[in-house]
């Protein structure tokens, strides 16, 4: 049972590394390895067929044996101000308002001609000082994990980046765009909010529109993207919507 920190206060959730998804590959790779050293190297009559098999099989077991003690420890820790994410023997925390940008990553994926479909997540976070954390399907209920963290990191992430942008600073949202309180910046381009046109996220790209004949300003892939959430919701307020148009009818003539 966790208890609650005095700093970071009561515990959310917690979230291990899947396990079974670490000893699963490890099993299935060291038996094929057995299955064919077993059919091959054991069956030479030679002194060195033997000796050849058990150090093969030996290397086969010592390298899947130390992916799976390397992740075994891994765990993320969700408390109510911050979390703590542990690698080695120690965990590390952070406050909410030390992640600067999340990004995100989705995927299905198919196997054995469809038969088998698997969903992966990937959601890498970027803290103020410049560390980088990836939190992807290593992790139980990653979905899940992901979306706490967002809901939480942005509640805090929000007001303050709308601080920063009231101060005349320009908020990057990738390695080269930038948003501003006059319009969109990337690599020395501009486009102003009264130029802006809308957006579309399709296809795994977020695309950028200009006015006067919707013309593609900008295109992205979404894994690219920081703090995808906030820039969608910050377009949503500047995207150009035209005016609605109202025609007046005459008033009839007045009976006489």
């Known amino acids: 049972m966790l208890e609650a920190d005095p700093v970071f206060g009561k515990v959310i959730d917690n979230y291990p590394s899947n396990r079974a998804r670490l000893l699963a ?18 069956t030479v009559e030679a002194w060195w067929g033997p000796v050849l098999t058990v150090i093969i099989m030996a290397a086969v077991a010592l390298v899947l044996g130390w992916r799976v003690l390397h992740y075994w420890n891994r765990e993320i820790v969700v408390y109510e101000n911050g979390f703590s994410y542990r690698e080695g023997a120690r965990p590390v925390f952070f406050l909410y308002h030390e992640v600067l940008s999340v990004r995100q990553q989705g995927q299905r994926l198919a196997y054995f001609g469809g038969l088998v479909r698997t969903n992966t997540f990937q959601f890498t976070l970027t803290t103020l000082r410049g560390e980088v954390m990836t939190l992807d399907n290593l992790y139980v209920r990653i979905e899940e994990l992901g979306a706490q963290m967002e809901r939480r990191i942005y509640a805090v992430l929000d007001p303050y980046l709308q601080e920063l942008m009231a101060k005349g600073e320009k908020i990057p949202f990738s390695n080269t765009l930038r948003l501003g309180t006059d319009g969109l910046h990337e690599k020395g381009r501009d486009l102003l909010w009264s130029q802006f046109d809308g957006y579309k996220v399709s296809s795994g790209e977020l695309t950028l529109f200009a006015q006067p004949d919707k013309s593609v300003w900008l295109t992205i892939p979404l894994p690219e993207v920081d703090n995808l959430p906030l820039l969608i919701r910050w377009l949503k307020q500047r995207e150009h919507t035209p005016p609605t148009m109202i025609t007046l009818e005459p008033n009839p003539p007045s009976p006489m």
Do not use: D, M, Q
């Open 25 to 42: 590959p490890a099993v299935v790779l060291s038996g094929v390895a057995a299955v064919i050293l077993n059919a091959t190297l054991a």
